[in-house]
T-cell receptor, first 111, second 114 residues
Framework: GQQLNQSPQSMFIQEGEDVSMNCTSSSIFNTWLWYKQDPGEGPVLLIALYKAGELTSNGRLTAQFGITRKDSFLNISASIPSDVGIYFCAGQWQGAQKLVFGQGTRLTINP | DTGVSQDPRHKITKRGQNVTFRCDPISEHNRLYWYRQTLGQGPEFLTYFQNEAQLEKSRLLSDRFSAERPKGSFSTLEIQRTEQGDSAMYLC????????????FGPGTRLTVL
């Protein structure tokens, strides 16, 4: 089963607003990844984080690797309609290859 | 298109039938992963290969499931005697063995078992 707690489960915002979501774990991860998934498609990698405290941006997206290595945050600034979708966090333990995913945050944007 | 490809995109089958899915990874990637995703959940790991060797299998991968990657390139995932609980999206991902090991996903195969 899922070992990551992702919140919120869903968000309804107005176009142009900023968005924040986070992911927490009971165990320490070596890598945090953030993906976006559109209906009927596979997840698309947005940002990868490798060091505790790391802050990485990809356009309007910014993600942080928590200091405790048990959490991560994703922020989207000035949301636009194409940001609609489901955002997943994924963690990877040191030495492991598999990813462990959160339950996802569904983002809906009202124009 | 140089991304991960999967075939078919959709499969509808009757309970008890066997199905096989194919995944073609990004050409220079030597690691290949299979995940399963049910409605409203994140993907769950099934198994992964490094080149042709299957190095890890999840306990989700029952004895009705088998995956192969005979030449270290494409991979197949077979489900025998399908059950309604097998209905899900089956996702394939690939990565380099060295470096950051970022996993890139294909579009998935949606399986519906009637």
């Amino acid at each position: 089963g899922q070992q990551l707690n992702q919140s919120p489960q869903s968000m309804f915002i107005q176009e142009g607003e900023d968005v924040s979501m986070n992911c927490t774990s009971s165990s320490i991860f070596n890598t945090w990844l953030w993906y976006k998934q559109d209906p009927g498609e596979g997840p698309v990698l947005l940002i990868a984080l490798y060091k505790a405290g790391e802050l990485t941006s990809n356009g309007r997206l910014t993600a942080q690797f928590g200091i405790t290595r048990k959490d991560s945050f994703l922020n989207i600034s000035a949301s636009i309609p194409s940001d609609v979708g489901i955002y997943f966090c994924a963690g990877q333990w040191q030495g492991a290859q598999k990813l462990v995913f959160g339950q996802g945050t569904r983002l809906t944007i009202n124009p | 298109d140089t991304g991960v490809s999967q075939d078919p995109r959709h499969k509808i089958t009757k309970r008890g039938q066997n199905v096989t899915f194919r995944c073609d990874p990004i050409s220079e990637h030597n690691r290949l992963y299979w995940y399963r995703q049910t409605l409203g959940q994140g993907p769950e790991f099934l198994t992964y290969f490094q080149n042709e060797a299957q190095l890890e299998k999840s306990r989700l991968l029952s004895d009705r499931f088998s995956a192969e990657r005979p030449k270290g390139s494409f991979s197949t995932l077979e489900i025998q005697r399908t059950e309604q609980g097998d209905s899900a999206m089956y996702l394939c991902a690939s990565s380099f063995a060295s470096g950051t090991n970022e996993q890139f996903f294909g579009p998935g195969t949606r399986l519906t078992v009637l």
